[in-house]
């Protein structure tokens, strides 16, 4: 009788764990392992595993967004959010296959009810418990913007980028456009896998948003995408309504030149032996040390996490050649509306990296791409996410439908 009532014990655990958990919406799987299924990709995009984070009830978003130091200030949520955490093949910066992290946040609404798919990339951060789906899940969820921006209507996919979250440890790709553009497509492509096997319903727009460096990876996203083509790019491509990259470095030349005459200028010692047209024939002594102060220009100081910095090492050697070819993401003719934002007062990404920007697609032929410059006083790079964020989404939401 005893063994039998042991057996009763745990067999009913074995039923009721699993209830329990979902119901206290921790740690649920969302289907992960699953083999990829007839048309699901195999490699690049693939969907490695998922897991329910937690629910994030609207009160708690909105006091997030009346904080003080909010960054989403002015945004009205108005529903709740039900977070994931997928796992999915992509590459790293030397193109090999790494497995990444990244969030989905999803709006609750009545059964059925679709939603269109917005694409958030996030600035340079310092910690690693600041990625997208560890902020998510430990930090504070109504906190993090892609949670903020969902509970708008939006179903939310935040990559947390190569070096971060599942690939900590890889040095991060900082602003190198393939591996960049990769971990946001390659998650965006894993999120259509798991809401198909999910039931979560999507109606078929998608829009790309973010700003820094989240601006630099929406741009990259949107040019690998268009420059893949129906064939590769295929359901992605023709779901892209419009993006909004906002003082992002998409012209990797003319900020790093910038960010050199700035260093120039405070520090008129060393800028005293700095040929900035011939950076390659500087001693030794002098390029360590301008690397280092162009490190701290661009990069946290107390990040936890390593970046890859070939681009100063391109830009060090004065190879314009390599920096087009592997940083550049300006340069090309964008089919679907572009809206970019800058603000002068930028001292972070220099207000030129969206001027050169805009005149190079104008000049391809685009034939709707804009910028707006920040109104908010002083129009430094912080100072100027919410207005941006307002702007970007006001423009949205008179694309969007099923918010």
């Not at 074995?14 to 649920?28: E, F, I, N």
């Amino acid at each position: 009788m005893m063994m039998m009532c042991v057996r009763l014990r745990n067999l009913l655990r074995c039923l009721l764990l699993p209830m329990l958990l979902a119901a206290c919406g921790g740690g649920g799987s969302d289907g992960d392992a699953a083999p990829p299924a007839a048309g699901e990709p195999t490699e690049p995009g693939r969907l490695e595993s998922a897991a329910q984070i937690n629910r994030v009830a609207v009160a708690d978003i909105s006091a997030a967004v009346q904080a003080p130091d909010s960054k989403t200030a002015g945004l009205v949520p108005r529903y709740e959010v039900i977070n994931h955490r997928l796992t999915y093949r992509t590459i790293d910066a030397q193109g090999r296959p790494i497995v990444a992290s990244g969030l989905v946040s999803v709006p609750v609404k009545s059964a059925g009810a679709k939603s269109p798919v917005l694409s958030y990339q996030h600035g340079t951060i310092e910690q690693d418990k600041e990625a997208p789906s560890n902020r998510a899940g430990s930090m504070g969820p109504a906190e993090e913007p892609a949670v903020v921006l969902a509970s708008l209507g939006y179903i939310v996919v935040a990559a947390d980028y190569v070096g971060y979250g599942a690939s900590k440890g890889t040095p991060h790709p900082y602003l190198l456009a393939a591996p960049t553009a990769a971990a946001v497509i390659d998650l965006l492509t894993a999120a259509t896998t798991w809401r198909a096997r999910n039931g979560v319903a999507d109606n078929g727009q998608l829009f790309l948003i973010g700003y820094s460096e989240g601006g630099y990876a929406t741009m990259a996203a949107h040019r690998a995408l268009q420059m893949a083509g129906q064939s590769a790019g295929g359901a992605l491509l023709t779901a892209l309504v419009a993006t909004a990259p906002g003082a992002g470095p998409y012209d990797a030349g003319v900020t790093l030149d910038e960010l050199l005459r700035r260093v120039r200028e405070a520090d008129p010692v060393l800028g005293a032996l700095i040929d900035p047209e011939r950076l390659k024939d500087a001693s030794a002594a002098v390029r360590v040390a301008v690397r280092e102060l162009l490190r701290k220009a661009l990069l946290p100081e107390e990040a936890d996490v390593a970046f890859d910095l070939t681009l100063l090492d391109h830009y060090l050697a004065d190879d314009r050649a390599a920096i087009e070819r592997t940083s550049n993401v300006h340069d090309w003719a964008p089919a679907v509306p572009v809206r970019l934002f800058h603000g002068r007062d930028d001292l972070t990404v220099p207000y030129a990296a969206s001027t050169t920007a805009l005149a190079a697609m104008r000049a391809r032929g685009a034939g709707d791409v804009t910028l707006a410059d920040c109104t908010t006083v002083p129009s430094g790079h912080l100072e100027c996410v919410p207005e941006y964020l307002s702007l970007s989404l006001a423009d949205f939401t008179g694309r969007a439908r099923d918010l």
